[in-house]
């Protein structure tokens, strides 16, 4: 069993399709999306130079750094494009009534 | 046979022409779609080399991918200040950007210090400047330097010498065109009838619904050309439909079919093989039945063809909240494409409202890139919503995997199904490529000023 601590993280009806939110939690900036999917959350600062990409844009499943472009899958923090080429960390997000939790702990 | 005692390219099918349909439709079509405009191109071959050969592809790559102008994208790519897209052609780069809310620019997509790719990902991206991942050099959005790591070294530099280089870049309908070529004449010298033609169907007022970006196993032309006649329609689709097309020809860089959806013509079929769709024909109830619209029992009189229009404007006016109250029947229903030189087709059409775009993948003349867009009417003054980032398809994936396209799926599929047997099959002909004299003018068309570049 892995670790889980899930914690409140914003309103589903605060958070529509295409919109993004950084909420800190135990010390991190974790960037909760909402894309056409559903909701998935990674590490707010870019792997390539810790740039947050709360300031960047949501296009698709891709987040978008404003400094330098480089991309991330959302879904599983893949990095899609140079300059970056580590991940994100992914973090579980789970939605119970009108409220979305994100594991802060993975 | 009588064929002979007619000047070439003035035999047509038997039966009532497009031209005839649109005459009797409830709704009349705008002028634009009333005209025709054919003239015989000649008939000898075309030499098969032309779809295979290296060195045709780099005369290409050299006279036409690098001097013509191309859409990259769409408006609605680029909403917000800081939106970008990057399009690829051969060895070419070019990233598009809005600037302002008022501006958008291109540049090709290469350092100017020691020419690295900027922009490693094609598509859809968004920064607020650009910066080489080599040495961390950076531009702002305008262009112009906005960094230098270590500019003690480079006192020899300056925003004159060493700000993003600029392609020419225009739009229109929606799209952003851009034109590699330094010294491009504007936009509308390569549009001939186009402006005109679709001010009585503007794009601008429509937002992609579906994007599907298929590689094909064959040469761009081939790919292309697949769709720029409806003479395969019977074989390749088994549909009665087609074999009366209207084909026009507008000027070295336009051309044009129609082809009805909603009734056909059996005479037009008159020598094609067995009596299906001839004999006996269709009713009107059986072809509404072949229509996606909304079904009921004809009255006497009624035809498919209205009824199926008068159904879509009612039924998606209402689900898009646009007005069809005064669209024709032709727009509401037809297949009518418009090619663009070198590769780019419209359809103003509601029915089937699509985008094609056909580019070589890199600088393989045996493979090409399919953009298939769907662009949706919206309602007049609405804003693009966010478009939606293109679905991927390989080689030997099926169109039947993209569920939004329904019944267009296993249509996607047929026509480029023939590609790869016609792809190895120019590599072996023993004679020249033969063309109808009108149902594959448009063909033809393209060829010829393709002749023409490279002789310039």
Redesign the interface.
Known sequence: MTNANYEFAAHVKDLPVGKTKCIVASDKEILLCHIAEGFFAVDNLCSHAAERLSAGKLKGHKILCPLHGAAFDVRDGCALSRPATLPLRSYGVRVEGDDILINTDP | MTQTTLDPGSARAPGPSIADTLRTDAIPAPAPLLETNYSFLGNTDLDPQRYTSKDYFQLEMDKVWTKNWQWACREEHLQ?V???HVYDIGDFSVIIVRVDESTVKAYLNSCTHRGTRL???TG????????C?FHGWSWELSGSLRHVPGRWDFPHISDETHSLKEVSCESWGGFIFINIDPNAAPLAESMDVIPEHFSHFPLHQRRIKLHVEKILPANWKAAQEAFMEAYHNFETHDSPNGANAQYDVFGSYVSRFIHNIGNYSPQSLSDYPGDKWRDPPLTEQELLSMLAVEQRPLKDGETARAVAAASMRKNLGAELDVDFSQTSDSIMLDSIEYHMFPNMFFFPGVLVPMVYRFRPLGNDVDKCIFDLMILEPIPEGADHP?P??PIRLEIEQSYTEVEELGWLGKVYDEDTGNLQLQQQGFKIARKGITLGNYQEARIRRVHMTLDEMMEK
């Open positions: 917000d800081g939106d970008n922009l490693g990902a859809s991206g968004y920064s607020q400047a650009f910066t991942p966010e939606p980032e």
